[in-house]
């Protein structure tokens, strides 16, 4: 069980954090930022679900754990 948790992490998960930062645009020619005052670092509602959907999945393998020793197991 705890192979099937390493080999996700070791392999899958940087996989898929490396493939966002290959749809990165090239920054505009002469070097100026494309938006003042630098940094622009769009914080939107994909921010709010991704925290959310970890709340829940941590959530949800808290309960499973406490289920499985409340049953013995």
Do not use: E
Not at 13 to 33: E, I
């Amino acid at each position: 069980m705890k192979r099937k948790y390493f080999l996700l992490a070791t392999f899958i998960l940087p996989f898929l954090t490396g493939v966002n930062s290959l749809s990165a645009q090239p920054a505009p020619p002469g070097g100026d930022p494309p938006c003042w005052p630098p940094p622009c670092i769009p914080v939107d509602n994909g921010l709010l679900v991704a925290i959310g959907a970890a709340v829940v999945f941590g959530g949800y393998f808290l309960l499973r754990t406490l289920k499985l020793r409340a049953a013995g197991k």
